[in-house]
């Protein structure tokens, strides 16, 4: 009976891990601070303005519970910010596809129309680790990078 | 080593269990996660399959009680289209020979919101102006040779016309425009080789407004003509300069309105500084990638035609993205102002222009990959 109850826990334990798994062992970040870095050590071809809340859920329905802070290019350059933290891995990896939906749509309308916006969109940074999506269109993709890898450690 | 074996032979019926509880639990698993990837598929997201028109040309077998169709409208019947060259998908789009296509999938969420910013703007105004909103259907809708209808990447554009009206509330005029495209759909009413409708094709959707307003349209007939030869599009830079385009390139035919001293001036917004363009540009030496711009002098911010032949003191505010463009010339006989807000560049409130200016009328003329765009219905947002 004991080996019996041991083998269900078991059985529970390697489900609830795998329930849990692909996380960034739990990595909180402050997204306005993430934000607010990227704005000011990241080279962008257009002044940052910082976005309302409301409008980054509108574009992209981020899961119930997720903090959001982002900045949009002033004028008609592709150049943005956004940092989520989501209330979970999975929530994180809805957020993501949204924003890759969004990223795509958005090179749709630079493909028609400005194409040099195109080459900036494809070269974007877009990442998810654990709970956490980062979107940063910018002229330095590599900085950005090694900024956002810096908070997830 | 016995010790061993022994401790194996004893646990090996309970890690058979575990194994067997987990195999089970993971099935399980995979079987509610299958079901939560098929559910946004089951979703509106996806038009209904029994709308679709019928290939042959004979048009939807229950067209009479669409709510698209108005009652006095006789059942339409359709030219056939061949599917004739080769074929070849790019990234969005498809080529059948020398034309282009653009693929296009509804999306309902992306609808719903285009819908009740348009909503939003028409209560704003409820009592005091018009809002009217048109929904252009891409050539993959209309002019698509028949045997590719259906095909996956092909979305039903009449279903998803009827589903963005159907999400307008009541103070909203929905001027349907996909049977009207349809009836004249083997005329030269799309580009081959880009994305935009022709303004012959725009002169169509006119005609409609033109219904829906209750004023006569100026017959077609009636307007000087212009034509600049060697236009090469998107879809032509798309396929990789495919050679058919290249050896065909499209013609734009330009309809000038019928006042000669009707101007256009245009820039980042009305308090900007406004330079002078022209309602028809003549784009005869443009590059063969940039002769769209003939009409309204291309994609700017914000626009204004001033008309003085009209004096009624009539005006309105034309919100678009590039299809637009080869529409507003015919209106521009109609009203004595016109604003044209291209919404992903113009910084402002609609609601809020409409008001200041006094205008008559609100028309909305945004085409259905755009009412699809999570970017571009993001833009309206921004701006309703």
């Known amino acids: 009976m004991k080996k019996m109850l041991a083998a269900l826990l078991a059985a529970l334990m390697v489900l609830t891990l795998a329930a849990c798994g692909g996380g960034n062992g739990g990595k909180t970040v402050d997204v306005q601070k993430l934000a607010d870095d990227l704005k000011d050590n990241v080279p962008f071809s257009a002044a940052m303005i910082a976005a309302a809340v409301d409008d980054l859920n509108y574009k992209l329905d981020p899961p119930e519970g997720t903090a959001l802070a982002g900045y949009m290019a002033d004028g008609n350059a592709s150049d943005m910010i956004i940092v989520a933290q989501c209330a979970g891995d999975e929530d994180a990896k809805t957020l993501y596809a949204n924003v890759q939906t969004y990223l795509d749509d958005l090179k749709r309308e630079a493909n028609l129309y400005q194409p040099d916006e195109e080459a900036r969109l494809d070269g974007a940074l877009l990442r998810q680790s654990g709970a956490v999506v980062v979107l940063c269109v910018s002229d330095d993709t590599a900085a950005a990078t090694a900024i956002v890898e810096g908070y997830l450690k | 080593m016995s010790r061993y074996r022994g401790r194996r032979s004893?646990?090996?019926?309970l890690m058979l269990l575990i194994a067997l509880v987990v195999a089970v639990a993971a099935v399980v698993l995979i079987i509610i996660n299958l079901g939560k990837n098929k559910a946004p598929a089951d979703d509106a997201d996806t038009p209904p399959t029994d709308n679709v028109t019928e290939p042959d040309g004979t048009g939807d077998a229950d067209g009479a009680d669409d709510p698209a169709v108005t009652p006095d409208?006789?059942?339409?019947?359709?030219?056939?289209i061949e599917l004739k060259g080769d074929e070849q998908q790019y990234d969005a789009v498809y080529r059948v020979g020398d034309t282009g296509y653009e693929m296009y999938s509804y999306v309902d969420s992306t609808a719903k919101k285009y819908a009740d910013n348009v909503n939003a703007v028409a209560d704003a105004l409820a009592g005091k102006a018009n809002v009217y909103m048109l929904p252009i259907p891409l050539s993959s809708g209309v002019s698509l040779p028949d045997a590719l209808y259906g095909k996956a990447v092909f979305d039903d554009q009449k279903a998803a016309e009827e589903k963005i009206i159907g999400y307008m509330n009541s103070s909203v005029k929905s001027v349907p425009l996909y049977d009207a495209l349809l009836a004249h759909r083997t005329e030269y009413i799309y580009f081959r080789t880009d994305h935009h409708w022709t303004a012959t094709g725009a002169y169509y959707a006119y005609e409609q407004f033109c219904k829906a307003k209750g004023i006569t349209p100026t017959p077609i007939s009636s307007y000087t003509v212009d034509e600049y030869d060697g236009f090469l599009g998107t879809?032509?830079?798309?396929?990789?300069q495919n050679a058919a385009m290249g050896a065909n390139p499209d013609k734009v035919i330009a309809y000038h309105p019928l006042s000669t001293e009707a101007t256009l001036d245009y820039g980042d917004g009305e308090n900007a500084n406004l330079t002078r363009g022209k309602i028809i540009y003549d784009e005869s030496t443009a590059p063969a990638s940039?002769?769209?711009?003939a009409f309204i002098t291309g994609d700017n911010a914000y626009s204004?035609?001033?008309n003085p032949d009209v004096t009624d003191g009539s005006s309105c505010i034309v919100v678009k993205e590039s299809f637009g463009n080869a529409f507003v010339p015919f209106l521009t006989d109609h009203y004595q102002t016109i604003y044209v807000l291209d919404y992903r560049y113009w910084k402002g409130?609609?609601?809020?222009?409409?008001q200041d200016k006094g205008v008559q009328d609100v028309l909305f003329v945004n085409n259905l990959s755009a009412i699809r765009s999570t970017a571009l219905v993001g833009y309206l947002h921004d701006v309703v």
């Not at chain 2, 004893?10 to 019926?13: C, D, E, F, N």
């Not at chain 2, 879809?235 to 990789?240: A, L, T």
């Not at chain 2, 409130?349 to 409409?354: G, T």
């Open chain 2, 10 to 13: 004893g646990t090996s019926p």
């Open chain 2, 73 to 80: 409208d006789p059942a339409p019947t359709y030219q056939k």
């Open chain 2, 235 to 240: 879809f032509y830079r798309d396929s990789n």
């Open chain 2, 290 to 293: 940039l002769k769209y711009g």
């Open chain 2, 304 to 306: 204004i035609i001033n």
């Open chain 2, 349 to 354: 409130s609609i609601s809020r222009f409409a």
